[in-house]
């Protein structure tokens, strides 16, 4: 029996990660935006490539939360994106309102599903929805490492003129300035990219990944990155209804794991049917380790003002 997936916010990430997860073919969607029309015509849309990609999935756009009871993914894109000159931290007060009533309405409909947050500041906007679904932690988790980590894939393979398959990294913590990129678990072929690279072309990598986002708002001017952001989503969803038991990088909120206490931040998981079945810890050096507190304290301050 094919899944069903909701999806809230028909923008450019929602309705991209739609069409993403459409192709697979194992899974109904629904696509939910305040705007009327606007998710109905892209669903539409989208329904109306189905026999191009040899799909038989159901895709319908609706303005009804009561068309998204019983999914078992409901995915939140919806708010505000970034605009030149602005923080994903600028966004706190104007998405915390939309996804604090996104949640409440989700979890009315869908009380058994797993959530996946999207919607900026990233790790805030997580923990917000947590909050509100008293979901168990390994139901309510974000996306934005697997993101981070395809970036600086790019960026590696691009360097070094191999394919992004043979690069594999690691991007520890908030989706924001103070992100973690762990290079010394870099490998390209196996080989750690630190006998590869000299540490100064590293470190500007390591910056262009940090500042990707901004590099991608600074191009548009009227919105933010959508092409990557919903294809790392749509990766999530694939080892959630799959089962995949795949490691990948997520925004999952933290009970002691690395030291850290009651905050959501970006660390490795166990994705599969329930969501994030494990929380990996990795052994980091001491500086790693402070800096993914520093991490988890950026991550704080918006919580603060969120006053959870
Ligand atoms: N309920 C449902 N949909 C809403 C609501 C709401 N309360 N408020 C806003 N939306 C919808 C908007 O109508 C819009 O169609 O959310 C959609 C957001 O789409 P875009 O503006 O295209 O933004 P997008 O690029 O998709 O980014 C969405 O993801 O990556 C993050 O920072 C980004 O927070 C932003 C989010």
């Known amino acids: 029996m094919r899944g069903k997936i909701s999806i809230i916010g028909a923008g450019n990430v929602g309705a991209t990660c739609a069409f993403s997860i459409a192709e697979k073919g194992y899974a109904d969607i629904v696509l939910l935006d305040i705007i009327e029309g606007l998710p109905q015509g892209k669903g539409l849309d989208m329904l109306e490539a189905t026999p191009i990609i040899d799909s038989d999935v159901e895709i319908m756009g609706t303005n009804d939360y009561k068309e998204t009871a019983n999914s078992d993914i409901v995915i939140i894109t919806s708010g505000v994106a970034r605009k030149p000159g602005m923080s994903r931290d600028d966004l706190v007060l104007t998405n915390m309102k939309i996804v604090r009533e996104v949640t409440e309405k989700v979890v009315q409909h869908s009380p058994n599903c797993i959530i996946v947050v999207v919607s900026n500041p990233l790790d805030a906007m997580t923990q917000l929805s947590l909050h509100i679904s008293k979901f168990p932690r390994n139901r309510v988790f974000g996306q934005s490492g697997i993101l981070?980590?395809?970036?600086?894939?790019?960026?590696?393979?691009?360097?070094?003129n191999v394919s992004v398959k043979n690069v594999s990294t690691c991007v520890l913590g908030g989706h924001g300035d103070t992100m973690v990129p762990v290079t010394r678990l870099c490998t390209v072929g196996g080989v750690p990219i630190t006998e590869l690279l000299p540490e100064e072309e590293i470190n500007s990598l390591v910056e262009r990944t940090v500042k990707g986002g901004g590099e991608i708002v600074n191009l548009l001017k009227t919105g933010s990155a959508f092409y990557a952001p919903a294809t790392a989503t749509a990766q999530m969803v694939n080892a959630i209804i799959l089962d995949k038991k795949e490691i990948l990088p997520c925004a999952a909120y933290l009970e002691g794991?690395?030291?850290?206490?009651?905050?959501?931040?970006?660390?490795?998981?166990k994705l599969g049917k329930n969501g994030i079945e494990q929380i990996i810890e990795l052994k980091l050096t001491p500086e790693e380790g402070a800096a993914l507190k520093k991490s988890a304290n950026a991550v704080r301050e918006l919580i603060d003002i969120m006053n959870l």
């Open 148 to 160: 981070d980590s395809a970036r600086f894939r790019t960026f590696i393979a691009q360097e070094l």
């Open 257 to 269: 794991e690395y030291g850290i206490n009651g905050v959501v931040v970006g660390v490795p998981v």
